[in-house]
């Protein structure tokens, strides 16, 4: 995702990041030579990618409680919820502007697995156990957020036990890129 910079935002951006260099201790940016930059990027690359996927993850809410904060839609759409780990297969659910993602999302996997109840007898109880929706998706299951394109929005999973990160049958990650206008690595949101 290609940012626009004014010369102005360019000159304002590049000192900030110089007054946080001689804060720590370092000299400006601009004063360095190409090995030391070089050398400078790839630890801004690191601490960043470091960083943001650890407030990723300590954001993320566990899909088998209720969660905490509401994530309000930006825009109208279709929320696509998985039935299996790695599966084609979703259920799919249309929301409005401002409609709490987090809250439907939880609201669908805390259901009963309606293709697993039993039909036959059950000798040791009338209400038998009924697996919940969110328990086919993997162990330690966390909903660290979503993914909007083209009026779908796709929910960003990551599973504490397997750690892994998943949306639909593809794994992501938390993606970087490099702005040539500034020298600097941002998050691709």
Known sequence: MARTWTQEEIIK?????????????????????SNEKETALKEQRKELFQSTLLTVKSAAWPLGRRPSSAYPAPRSGTLELPRYLSASECDRLKFKVGDDLNL??????DEGA?????????????????????????????????????????????????????????????ELEFDPAVESWFVVE
């Open 13 to 33: 951006w590049k000192n900030v990041r110089d007054k946080q260099r001689i804060n720590q201790g370092l000299p400006p940016f601009d004063e360095l030579t």
């Open 104 to 109: 439907l999302t939880f609201r669908h996997y």
């Open 114 to 174: 309606e293709s697993l109840k039993s039909s036959g007898s059950n000798f040791v109880t009338d209400g038998s156990i009924q697996p919940k929706r969110h328990e086919y998706l993997g162990p330690s299951l966390n909903v660290a957020g979503y993914r909007f394109s083209q009026g779908v929005a796709e929910i960003k999973f990551w599973d504490d036990y397997l750690k892994t990160m998943w949306i639909g049958k593809q794994q992501w990650d938390v």
